[in-house]
């Protein structure tokens, strides 16, 4: 028999906090760069702690972050834990009306807010029923607000014990964390994450085949901390012990370059929109990036031309991983096994794909005649389930929907090739059905990033007379490029690469892609702006 010590968030901080106080945590937020030590983030962690005990948090109660990556968001991941209650990041980049309705489904009991977040709660303050405090991130005076009660959040952390003990936490099954999805329909939906399941997910993020966060590597976390915990990462990195680098509110290509060269960074992580970004600041201006390991890209799929950009011409390790807020979210991870040796190109290639089941976790696919076969063509929804996958929604009946016979339902679309390594073909609302025929978006527009006047692209099904949908291209091109007709070319582009009934009928060149909060293309957007522009035609364009 094994001693039965429970996984908990306090237990990751104070092992931190023993061996890891002379690392460091740059931090930018409004005032400025800042940096502290391990030893510091752990008395400001416990003052934090002891203050929102003060305040009548209880165990169970949620608290809401409404905040950037920065170091007392940080303090926040830990504090609110170890007392027993719940971390609720709130993606702020929804609309109004969602945030309050989220606030209110998790019963927030009180809310942690950056300064220039402030005037979207206040606006929001008289729809919200259950919160009895706010907090304002801020070492500024309080300004006049209708909010009320409101608490300085450095006033109420020099009022509280750096040596505050947290409360024994005995069961590792209990709620320490929950976030929203971002909504395409509906309301967003809550995932509740357990001391037990963060420990696990963090644990994996170590893994030598995974992302192999340690002690020796420097972390910039570029997703926001309130989209899914911030891949982990926070938690991670204090376990381990890496140096962190919180980039902060409104932060542009240029600071990231810059940040990655002055802190020596090692890995950081986003979404390919960012990574897109990123790019086209590298053509600008020259950067030192050879302290980079790893560029970890998740959120979407990510486009073989950025990733050859990446390795090959600015010679930095791309590594793309998948998971969804349901799967907190870590479940595979690119890379080729040892005896894979296959050309540069097939290298290149294989690391646009979502790759391997992390180790913890399972995968079935399915199509309409059961399981897929694993020959890469056979396409087929992704089921997973593992030790940090969520079993239901937060008091959501959509529970039934996704969480069937002990699966997560994904809705995402993927093949698997021999090896075992999946590539999500599309959403399954997102695929296009012509002819009867299914069409790829993603490997589409994934194709269309590869061409040098592309900067991003969105493919999306129309509705048609003829052939019930056929594709169109909302394409973003580069600025050299703006203003010049290459409808054309690109099509004869796509050409040589797919068969005839895939080809999109028609261009169109957009200023801007609309995105969601995580930057993801909202298609949904794009198919009710488009809906009409098929309408009397009949061909598949030549």
């Not at 303090?75 to 834990?81: D, K, L, Q």
């Not at 994996?204 to 990462?233: C, I």
Request: proline letters at 5%; aromatic letters at 10%.
């Amino acid at each position: 028999m094994m001693m039965n010590v429970p996984l908990t968030v306090p237990m990751m901080f104070e092992h931190a906090e023993r061996y890891f106080s002379k690392k460091v945590v740059i931090s930018r937020t409004a005032g400025g760069i800042h940096r502290f030590t391990y030893g510091e983030i752990s008395q400001r962690t416990r003052r934090l702690a002891h203050a929102l005990e003060k305040l009548g948090v209880q165990k169970g109660d949620r608290v809401g972050t409404l905040a950037w990556n920065h170091h007392r968001h940080l303090e926040a991941y830990f504090a609110i834990p170890s007392i027993g209650a719940v971390l609720h990041t709130i993606n702020i980049r929804l609309s109004p009306q969602q945030i309050a309705y989220i606030i209110n489904h998790a019963e927030d009991n009180v809310l942690l807010i950056d300064p220039d977040i402030l005037p979207l709660v206040e606006a929001i303050a008289p729809h919200l029923s259950t919160v009895k405090a706010f907090v304002l991130m801020s070492n500024t005076d309080l300004p006049d607000s209708p909010l009320k009660p409101l608490y300085s959040y450095e006033t109420l952390l020099a009022e509280s014990d750096p040596a505050f003990s947290f409360p024994s936490i005995e069961d590792e099954n209990q709620a320490a964390g929950m976030c929203y999805t971002s909504a395409t329909t509906g309301n967003p939906k809550g995932v509740v994450y357990t001391h037990r399941s963060i420990v696990l997910h963090a644990m994996a993020l170590g893994l030598a085949d995974s992302t192999a966060v340690s002690e020796r590597d420097t972390v910039l976390t570029v997703v926001p901390m309130f989209h899914v915990n911030a891949w982990g990462l926070p938690f991670a990195c204090v376990w381990f012990g890496s140096t962190q680098v919180l980039p902060g509110p409104y932060f542009t290509p240029q600071l990231l370059a810059e940040l990655i060269e002055s802190e020596q960074v090692t890995v950081t992580g986003g979404v390919p929109t960012i990574w897109l970004g990123l790019l086209k600041e590298l053509e600008q201006k020259v950067y030192n990036l050879s302290s980079l390991r790893g560029v970890l890209c998740g959120g979407s799929a990510a486009p073989l031309a950025m990733v050859r950009a990446f390795e090959e011409k600015w010679k930095v390790p791309f590594y793309h991983a998948y998971g969804m807020t349901e799967t907190s979210p870590l479940v595979s991870f690119a890379r080729l096994k040892s005896y894979q040796d296959g050309s540069e190109e097939d290298r290149i290639q294989s690391l646009t794909r979502q790759g391997y089941m992390v180790q913890g976790t399972e995968m079935k696919v399915v199509g309409a005649e059961g399981e897929v076969k694993w020959d890469d063509r056979e396409m087929g929804e992704l089921l997973l389930r593992g030790p940090w996958i969520a079993s239901e929604y937060y008091r959501d009946e959509r529970s039934d929907d996704t969480f069937k016979d002990g699966w997560l339902h994904t809705g995402d679309v993927v093949t698997v090739d021999e090896e075992g390594s999946i590539k999500v073909v599309d959403r399954t609302k997102d695929l296009i059905k012509s002819g009867g025929e299914w069409i790829s978006s993603v490997d589409l527009e994934n194709t269309l990033m590869t061409h040098e006047a592309v900067f991003e692209a969105c493919v999306v099904g129309i509705p048609h007379e003829k052939w019930e949908e056929r594709p169109l291209a909302c394409i973003v091109l580069k600025d050299l490029y703006k203003g010049q007709n290459l409808k054309l070319e690109i099509l004869q582009f796509l050409h040589t690469q797919f068969a005839r009934w895939w080809i999109p009928d028609d261009i169109v060149f957009v200023d801007e892609i609309p995105k969601s909060g995580v930057g993801k293309f909202l298609k949904r957007e794009l198919r009710e702006q488009w809906q009409d522009y098929y309408v009397g035609s009949t061909t598949v364009i030549d």
